[in-house]
């Protein structure tokens, strides 16, 4: 009947609707955060640079100030302005090495803006002449998604300035030191057999880092398309 032809249009019309919304708020509201791989204290490698931004698909941002952290973190923020990127979604922030600690710093100087953190290789415990607490005494505050990766390779000879019992290191940071870590973290995956530099230069470690990037993006999509 006309009355039946009339309810059964205007529900159409609703669901349209309704789809429509949803793919703009998953287009818009919803984009997945940028990706930022933060370098170490020393040089940045070729096949570092080129990792972050063919394999990940991640902006690479070179430390030009080590000390303090907080300073180290405001000049990542510059430098991501500098380079035009876009951070109103939010950023995901991948640390290797000491660039570990200045994305768990950028964190805490920057509540809502970092999404999760990656650190590979990262003293988070510190060494034996400078605890953890010394440097990042806020760290424990935050509740940002942190996933760990650590590595060691059993003929590296323990360092004197390592701190911990244990004899697993990577040559730089002891294995101790990278998951002695006092707020929470949603993963530690140890990859046995690699150096301090081999870490990023492994395969293996780019499909675990790919994956946790991954999934972060993906339910932050999900979140905001069905909030």
């Known amino acids: ?25 998953i287009t818009t509201k919803a984009a997945a955060p940028q990706t930022v791989l933060i370098g170490g204290s020393m040089d940045a490698p070729p096949d570092l640079v080129v990792k972050a931004e063919k394999t990940l698909g991640a902006t690479f941002v070179e430390l030009r100030k080590l000390w303090p952290l907080s300073r180290a973190a405001k000049d990542v923020v510059r430098q991501l302005k500098e380079k035009g990127i876009d951070t109103s979604n939010g950023i995901v922030l991948v640390g290797y090495s000491w660039g570990g600690l200045v994305a768990r710093q950028l964190d805490v100087d ?5 999404k999760s953190v990656i650190t ?8 034996r002449f400078m605890p953890a607490g010394y440097f990042m005494p806020k760290d424990s505050e935050s509740r940002t998604p942190l996933y760990v990766i650590g590595g060691y390779d059993s003929r590296i000879p323990k360092k004197w300035f390592m701190n911990g019992t244990s004899e697993e290191n990577d040559g730089i940071v002891s294995l101790e030191s990278v998951f002695t870590i006092g707020r929470p973290t949603m993963a530690k995956v140890t990859f046995s057999g690699f150096d301090h530099f081999g870490l990023m230069k492994s395969r293996e470690v780019t499909e675990q880092i790919s994956e946790w ?9 999900l979140f905001a398309a069905t909030e």
Do not use: H, Q
């Open 1 to 25: 009947s006309f009355f039946l032809c009339v309810v059964s249009g205007f529900l159409l019309w609703e669901t349209v609707a309704v789809a429509r919304d949803i793919v703009a708020r």
């Open 110 to 114: 920057n509540p809502g803006l970092v």
């Open 120 to 127: 590979i290789g990262s003293a988070s415990g510190g060494y």
């Open 213 to 221: 990037i991954m999934r972060e993006s993906s339910e932050k999509v």
